[in-house]
């Protein structure tokens, strides 16, 4: 029989990330006892980066130099870009020439503690004035903030939401004027124009009515719509007082449409034309199709139309829709492919009703992200190594340039644009081919110049900071890094618990102390069980709990492949391994989903052949079954994907007994077990209240029972009506292992080190 390799034993121990430390370097001296030093972290999404700040000792004024663009976008009508990251909030000026901290929101420089994992999303206005987002109370809820920009002044305005890295919070009208959110499986309003009046209504009376934030839209025109099973309403913005506190008595404003499907808030999304006369719909994520709403009609179903319609393949999701008011409607699409998330672009055209309507692929490799200008007439194509300017309706290349890294593009006006990327953040005039520094996104290497002003160096480019901020330069000259000033000595100082692995230092040279540079990090790990428990390598419940803060998630396909993708999705943004678990039944129905996984970094064992409670007192299994029914899923797997299985495995249902797990030890698998399990099989159940948990729910409980050693099953497939996946917001389940110093790591990985 086979046997882990002890190269793939080492791949494993070499690749389990951990995600849950700042580490803080090269702290030096300029004049006036400045300190110089960088902060780096592993951020999902986008690996590591440094970001360096300088601290003016007299009075520790913290300044932060560097701006990483997390999230980024444009406000006040294109006016002014905001970019925000876990140490701050920021804007730019007037004129785009700087971008400067936003002083009223707390962060790093203030004293905060600095956040690792992902962040949670905020939502600024359209208008710049507010932002709001759900400010952590548990594992699993939050409550949601309205944060003044000017005042710095926060106003709750629900409390006990779902918490959420993936899904939008609130969706803002595009006045400003109101927002909606979603809370216990309702969807409420918002009203701006109340809360300046200090007559906010209770929320019970600012409900619109049943439905998740994907059950609304905003159109162009400052309408809502709203999707309720398979109705579509139209809701004006002026109703919304009316519609919500006379609901149990009047229609959810006026009916627009009928698709033919049931709205499935957890999977399904909708997306309304320029003219609100027309939606996409996504139905599963995969499913795409176009509808004509009729206002005039009460009873109309709308036009269905046939073409275009377009089935993205199972690993593919839609990301971004663009639609213009022109009709030409572009989509850009994520799949991962090859263990790798890639991008893809799909048009339709809609102009000309004498025309058949179909789906075309645009031959567009390495998209990174498309943003259509101001008059609709082009569109900027981001590449990894560059922009394209593409002319809108025809798609042809108009202007092209070099940025390396690029994130995100906004323009200006027709003839500069912004663009956001992982070195440099910058101002781009395509006429004059010309380019501004409005910030340096991170520092491989820094220190001062003689006459004592900061530079930066990142990809190669080296910049140097004055008064009117970043200037790119190609040489400097450069002072001679020094760790002692004539009254401090700085130093990092390594942290045994918490998520800085270090501290930066002061030694006062002229008197008795030391200090920190900056306060001390909050949270602190859990400590570890007093002793440890036994570990079992023939029925593997767990591995150690005193050695290393290590869990394994396990994922169980027993039959459909819906959530695999989306898994994998979240697994590389933070470069984690996990173990798969594939029977014959998801083999035989997702071939080509399994190849993929074979091809990921992932570890897949075997949930055996068939699908059935192995103990189930009408049949009579002997060790000859279960060990056919280990080597028929073996070939089965070999034969789709050239590669083998790990020997790991499971039963069905988890139910197992001596004899099954000793027909499989002769076998030489080992029994994978758990010892904890989140009750997403409890639907419908009587004994469990009759529905499942909701996600927070089944996090708020993993995170209650969780150990050093755990292993948490997470079932993949399809949903039923009422029912809840945790794979959905597994990012939640991941960042919160992570805030307490947890490890991700291969089942494999945690029985190697329960070993030693």
């Known amino acids: 029989m086979k046997k882990l390799s002890v190269f793939l034993l080492t791949f494993f121990l070499a690749a389990s990330a951990l995600y849950a430390e700042v580490e803080f370097k090269s702290p030096i001296f300029g004049k006036n006892d400045n300190v110089l030093f960088t902060a780096e972290l592993d951020v999902p999404g986008y690996g590591s980066y440094s970001t360096l700040f300088n601290v003016a000792l007299e009075g520790k004024k913290l300044e932060q130099l560097t701006v990483f663009p997390e999230e980024a976008v444009m406000l006040d009508g294109g006016r002014t870009l905001q970019l925000r990251n876990r140490y701050g909030l920021f804007r730019t000026s007037g004129d785009f020439k700087s971008i400067d901290i936003l002083d009223s929101f707390p962060g790093f420089v203030d004293g905060k503690q600095i956040k690792t994992g992902k962040m949670y999303p905020s939502h600024p206005s359209p208008d710049g004035q507010y932002l709001a987002y759900l400010k952590p109370v548990s594992y699993g809820y939050g409550n949601l903030i309205l944060y003044n920009v000017q005042s710095g002044k926060e106003t709750m305005i629900s409390e006990n939401l779902d918490l959420s890295y993936s899904t939008e919070i609130v969706l803002w009208s595009p006045d400003s004027d109101f927002f909606v959110y979603s809370k216990g499986g309702n969807v409420y309003y918002y009203s701006l124009e109340q809360f300046y009046k200090g007559k906010t209504l209770a929320e019970e009376f600012r409900k619109i009515g049943k439905g998740m934030i994907s059950n609304i839209r905003w159109s162009a025109g400052k309408e809502l719509f709203y999707l309720s099973d398979s109705i579509i309403y139209r809701i004006i913005s002026a109703q919304l007082f009316t519609t919500s506190l006379y609901g149990e008595l009047m229609e959810t404003g006026e009916i627009a449409g009928k698709i033919p499907f049931s709205f499935d808030p957890s999977s399904d999304s909708f997306y309304v034309s320029p003219d609100g006369e027309k939606i996409i719909f996504n139905k599963a994520g995969s499913n795409i199709f176009l509808y004509f709403l009729k206002n005039s009609d009460y009873l109309s179903t709308g036009d269905v139309v046939s073409l275009p319609y377009l089935y993205l393949p199972k690993n593919t999701r839609l990301k971004k829709v663009v639609w213009p008011e022109n009709d030409v409607v572009t989509f850009l699409t994520t799949s991962i492919e090859g263990g790798e998330q890639k991008n893809s672009v799909f048009r339709f055209d809609l102009r000309y009703s004498d025309k058949p309507l179909e789906f075309k692929r645009i031959p567009e490799a390495d998209v990174v992200d498309i943003e ?358 597994l990012d939640l389940l991941l960042n919160n292992l992570i805030e307490l110093g947890y490890s991700i790591v291969p089942v494999s990985v945690l029985m190697d080190r329960a070993q030693r």
């Open 372 to 729: 259509i200008s101001l008059d609709d007439n082009k569109i900027a194509v981001l590449h990894s190594d560059g922009v394209t300017i593409k002319d809108y309706r025809t798609w042809t290349s108009a202007d092209n340039f070099k940025y390396d890294s690029p994130l995100k593009a906004f323009w200006i006006d027709d003839e500069q644009m912004l663009i956001t990327g992982r070195y440099s953040t910058e101002k781009y005039n395509l006429i004059t081919k010309k380019s501004d520094i409005l910030a340096v996104s991170q520092a491989d290497s820094s220190g001062y110049t003689k006459d004592g002003s900061v530079f930066a160096s990142t990809n190669g480019n080296l910049f140097i900071r004055n008064d009117s901020g970043w200037k790119r330069v190609f040489s400097i000259d450069q002072a001679a890094p020094v760790s002692v000033s004539e009254k401090y000595r700085a130093y990092t100082q390594p942290l045994s618990s918490g998520p800085y692995a270090n501290m930066i230092m002061l030694r006062k040279l002229d008197s008795f102390g030391t200090e920190s540079l900056f306060p001390y990090p909050e949270t602190r790990y859990e400590a570890f069980p007093a002793k440890e428990e036994e570990v079992d390598l023939t029925n593997f419940t767990h591995g150690s709990r005193i050695r290393r803060r290590e869990i394994s998630l396990v994922f169980n396909a027993v039959d459909s492949a819906e959530g695999l993708t989306e898994v994998l999705r979240i697994l590389d943004d933070y470069d984690v391994k996990a173990t798969f678990f594939v029977n014959g039944n998801f083999m035989r129905h997702n071939p080509e989903a399994v190849q993929e996984l074979a091809m990921s970094p992932h570890e897949v064992g075997s949930l055996f052949y068939a699908y059935f409670n192995l103990t189930d007192a009408r049949y009579r299994l002997d060790k000859e079954f279960i060990k056919r029914g280990l080597a028929r899923n073996e070939d089965d797997y070999y034969a789709l994907t050239g590669k083998e299985l790990a020997l790991l495995w499971h039963a069905p249902y988890y139910v197992v007994n001596t004899d099954i797990i000793s027909a499989s030890v002769e076998m030489n698998y080992t029994y994978v077990n758990r010892d904890i399990d989140p009750l997403e099989w409890v639907w419908g159940m009587k004994d469990y209240g009759g529905n499942s948990l909701s996600v927070p729910q089944m996090v708020e409980k993993i995170m209650s029972r969780k150990q050093p050693g755990s292993i948490i099953p997470i079932q993949l497939g399809e949903l039923r009506e009422g029912s809840a996946a945790l794979y959905s917001n």
